[in-house]
T-cell receptor, first 113, second 114 residues
Framework: SQKIEQNSEALNIQEGKTATLTCNYT??????LQWYRQDPGRGPVFLLL?????KEKRKERLKVTFDTTLKQSLFHITASQPADSATYLC????????????FGKGTRLHILP | DGGITQSPKYLFRKEGQNVTLSCEQN?????MYWYRQDPGQGLRLIYY???????QKGDIAEGYSVSREKKESFPLTVTSAQKNPTAFYLC?????????????FGPGTRLTVT
């Protein structure tokens, strides 16, 4: 069955450093991979989408890589700030209109001042 | 403002009662989704709808029902048959023109059944 794993439940990073979150998947060939941010008690908010034929995508301090051979995506936040503290969700999306998006359990990121 | 609204934010019910969670969107999206989120768990898909008057079961549909009579609205009923209904419920929508794209989520409803 399809499986998506995010490297750890929680990650503590010192302010100013780069935070790197990992998303691994098996038994799936996603056409797209998405990252969302979720704050406590709120709905997830879309951050970035990367296609299977793209190696890297950037948006301000965020960078996502997608390696379809390793079946892995890395999500980087550079120059991290305490306001970046949240849960980050990885999601896989298929090729067809009817495909359902599959979400990982998320990684809770704490940026320590 | 465009977006998705869910109401109420907190809902309390006694065991054995059905309860309906509201979800409305003004994004003109065709596709709408209901997820359930439990502590330490990912989002689990309950039901989804690609067009009006049509919907499909997700991975954990048992004990839930939905309707899609209008494009803007996708209410979820948690029935008394749902064994563990206490959870955080999230509604989402997605533009239908593309096969891919981000989902827009509502603020969620936290349901507590005692």
């Amino acid at each position: 069955s399809q499986k998506i794993e995010q490297n750890s439940e929680a990650l503590n990073i010192q302010e100013g450093k780069t935070a790197t979150l990992t998303c691994n998947y098996t038994n799936y060939s996603p056409a797209y991979l998405q990252w969302y941010r979720q704050d406590p008690g709120r709905g997830p908010v879309f951050l970035l989408l990367i296609r299977e034929n793209e190696k890297e995508k950037r948006k301000e301090r965020l960078k996502v890589t997608f390696d379809t051979t390793l079946k892995q995506s890395l999500f980087h936040i550079t120059a991290s700030q305490p306001a970046d503290s949240a849960t980050y969700l990885c999601a896989l999306d298929g090729r067809n209109r009817d495909d359902k998006i599959i979400f990982g359990k998320g990684t809770r990121l704490h940026i320590l001042p | 403002d465009g977006g998705i609204t869910q109401s109420p934010k907190y809902l309390f019910r006694k065991e054995g009662q059905n309860v309906t969670l509201s979800c409305e969107q003004n994004l003109n999206h065709d596709a709408m989704y209901w997820y359930r989120q439990d502590p330490g768990q990912g989002l689990r898909l309950i039901y989804y709808s690609q067009i009006v008057n049509d919907f499909q079961k997700g991975d954990i549909a048992e004990g839930y029902s939905v309707s899609r009579e209008k494009k803007e609205s996708f209410p979820l009923t948690v029935t008394s048959a749902q064994k563990n209904p206490t959870a955080f419920y999230l509604c989402a929508s997605k533009g239908s023109l593309a096969a891919f794209g981000e989902q827009y989520f509502g603020p969620g409803t936290r349901l507590t059944v005692t």
